[in-house]
């Protein structure tokens, strides 16, 4: 026996969701043409490839993986990942810095779950996260599946400035409509455009948040996936946001996905900083609830294998040198790029490091497609062409920008 038709088995939010994810679609398409063998300049991908096209992968990460014990796997982690990973990964965010002490973690699959924890016990259930008008495309994603939603503030002014007056416009409409706010930004390397607030931004920023933190409670969430790649690391930020402590509650997404090279390890964290004790331990218990009632519990082998190559010396020095070599790759394309790009009249943000950039355009699913037909494959967005020269060898750079400037001249 069939169903009734018109007899709907899942709930109405769920009837129209899009079956693949679009840079997902895109890139696939590439490969699939790629492998024709047509040249083909794929700027969709998210992850660091090298100058032959293959994913670059730190030797020391994957060797301390290899050697794992088979029980460090099968085994079931700690719910919220153990007091060893908790520990590596505070040091790592936070360093020596006294504000270390006021911090409290759990472990997440990739900071796509810090995310999704900090959506879900931050917010009220149709309430909606705060972030900028350029976003990660997974950040609706994850308020969506929790029945939250999200509005942005513009993220650029006429300078090409973070638009600080529209933030504090919208920050006090969240806590006038919702009694609260959450809001997520990613900084340094921001995807997709490529910019890392400065000093001045920085200032201006905790000062919106201090302002409105009293008169309302405050999450501020940034999100760090991309600080390894940064020029100046995270101390730019920490400097200014953790003067917040106390007043707004501070997040952090961290994520071992592209700091260790380890997409698919799904190894992540959300951490909280609150000098309260109690509200630490109130946060704990919240964040440590949610993880068993999401996931349960994180990959046991990927969060022991993380936190090996945080803590053992030699394993940390010898990741730290590979990074650091993967990040120099990096920063010869964005040099190239922002070479080339000016020279060519491209209009994007301000970009000195990070996996991506964008350039602004009116029509970018018709620009995309036309550099598509042409063997270019860049992510359409709102306004603006997102270019993964993460995975985009030095020598195509010169192609890819004379194509762009081409389609966009048009
Ligand atoms: C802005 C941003 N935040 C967070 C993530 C989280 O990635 P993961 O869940 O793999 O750690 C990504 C990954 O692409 C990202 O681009």
Redesign the pocket.
Same mark, same amino acid.
């Given at each position: 026996m069939v169903a009734a038709p018109g007899m709907e088995f899942l709930i109405p939010t769920r009837t129209s969701r899009p079956a693949d994810d679009p840079i997902f679609a895109l890139n696939t398409e590439a490969r699939a043409r790629a492998a024709t063998g047509e040249a083909i300049v794929n700027a969709t991908v =998210?992850?660091l490839l090298d100058e032959e096209g293959k994913l670059a992968v730190l030797g020391s990460v994957a060797q301390a993986i290899r050697e794992l014990p088979a029980s460090a796997g099968a085994g079931y982690a700690p719910i919220t990942g153990g007091a060893d990973f908790h520990r590596a990964v505070i040091a790592d965010l936070l360093g020596g810095r006294p504000e270390a002490g006021w911090a409290v973690t759990v472990a997440? %699959? =990739?900071?796509? =779950? *810090?995310?999704h924890l900090a959506v879900g016990d931050f917010l009220e259930p149709h309430q909606a996260v705060l972030t900028t008008s350029y976003?990660?495309g %997974?950040?609706r994603t994850i308020a969506d599946e929790l029945d939250r939603s999200l509005s942005t503030f513009r993220m650029f002014d006429e300078r090409g400035r973070l638009d600080l007056a529209d933030f504090e416009r919208k920050l006090q409409g969240s806590v006038e409509a919702q009694g609260r706010a959450l809001v997520i930004l990613?900084s340094p390397c921001?995807? %997709?455009t490529g910019y890392s607030f400065d000093d001045d931004e920085w200032r201006a920023l905790v000062d919106v948040v201090g302002r409105a933190a009293a008169r309302a409670p405050i999450t501020l969430l940034l999100?760090v *996936?991309?600080f390894r790649y940064a020029g100046s690391g995270l101390d730019r930020a920490l400097d200014h946001l953790l003067g917040l402590a106390g007043k707004a509650m501070i997040l952090f997404?961290w994520?071992?996905?592209?700091s260790f090279t380890q997409?698919g390890l799904?190894?992540?964290a959300l951490v909280a900083v609150h000098p309260d004790p109690d509200e630490r331990r109130r946060v704990q218990s919240a964040l440590g609830y949610s993880c068993r009632g999401i996931w349960s519990t994180c990959n046991a082998a990927g969060i022991t294998a993380i936190t090996r190559a945080l803590t053992d010396p030699e394993l940390r020095a010898r990741t730290d040198a590979e990074r650091g070599a993967l990040k120099a790759l990096l920063d010869r394309r964005v040099a190239r790029w922002n070479e080339l790009a000016s020279a060519a009249g491209l209009r994007y943000p301000r970009y000195d490091g990070g +996996? +991506?950039t964008t350039v602004f355009c009116d029509d970018a699913p018709a620009a995309a497609a036309r550099l598509k037909a042409g063997g270019l494959f860049v992510v359409p967005q709102a306004g603006a062409l997102r270019v993964a020269l993460c995975s985009v060898a030095e020598r195509d750079i010169p192609r890819l920008v004379e194509g762009i400037a081409r389609q966009l001249a048009r």
């Open positions: =998210g992850a997440t %699959p =990739g900071g796509s =779950g *810090a995310l976003y990660w %997974p950040y990613n921001h995807n %997709p999100d *996936a991309y997404a994520s071992a996905s592209k997409y799904r190894v992540g +996996f +991506f």
